[in-house]
């Protein structure tokens, strides 16, 4: 890449004061090559309520899920291999698993506020393959035809709903039922631009729904790098 050293001190010198920009200011930093000073966790763990939390459950319907931000703490703080009491967290992400096996704000289950609680669960070394009833909600969730839907018995699969249910999967070791009908739902997202839109439905190729869809078919084993 050139002119990384410039790349590094603008991220280096970058005004982060908050738990979004933590977050990709560090991630940034860690595919540069650059190590993520131990004093991140100083100022992560300072965000932590006095419940385990770190942000509000009532997001903004922007928000991926009202577990996003419990996510970003703990997939920083494995950056640093910090290890500290972090049970009220724990124990946080668990009171909200609800009924269903799924994870969700005010008894609702979703399976994007489900991989989000499954993935922090597993960040602080919580044994999610123990997780049975989570599974069988994912397993709900998962389409014959392809694909994952937010919530059971909704009629289409988007793509971060198709990565939040596979990765889930991989997170409590089992794998995808519909592996090359879910390979197929993904590749027909392929735009000509060389871009994955959000749906069949949906024609824009975005960034995000890129990732998700290598993410995924990576995971199914349709390529390697």
Avoid at 10 to 25: K, Q
Avoid at 107 to 134: K, Q, V
Avoid at 175 to 204: D, H, M, W
Wanted: net charge negative.
């Amino acid at each position: 890449m050139p002119n990384i050293q410039r790349t590094i001190k603008w991220l280096r010198a970058f005004p982060a004061n908050d738990l979004y920009s933590y977050y990709y200011v560090s991630k940034a930093l860690d595919l540069c090559g650059e190590r993520v000073g131990e004093e991140l966790a100083t100022q992560v763990l300072s965000l932590r309520r006095t419940d385990g939390s770190f942000g509000t459950v009532d997001v903004y319907v922007e928000v991926a899920s009202e577990f996003e931000s419990v996510f970003m703490a703990t997939e920083l703080l494995g950056m640093i291999a910090f290890t500290t009491d972090m049970r009220t967290t724990i124990d946080f992400l668990l009171r909200y698993q609800n009924d269903d096996g799924g994870f969700g704000a005010h008894g609702r289950s979703n399976l994007r506020s489900t991989f989000h609680a499954i993935a922090s669960l597993r960040n602080l070394g919580y044994p999610t393959r123990s997780l049975r009833e989570s599974l069988s909600y994912v397993r709900s969730c998962e389409k014959p035809s392809g694909g994952f839907t937010v919530v059971p018995q909704s009629s289409t699969p988007y793509m971060e709903d198709i990565y939040c249910g596979v990765q889930s999967l991989d997170l409590m070791g089992e794998r995808c039922a519909y592996p090359e009908q879910t390979k197929n739902l993904v590749l027909r997202c392929f735009n000509s631009n060389g871009g994955f839109r959000r749906s069949i439905e949906l024609g824009i190729s975005t960034f995000e729904d890129t990732y998700f869809a290598l993410a995924v078919l990576q995971r199914l084993g349709l390529f390697s790098w």
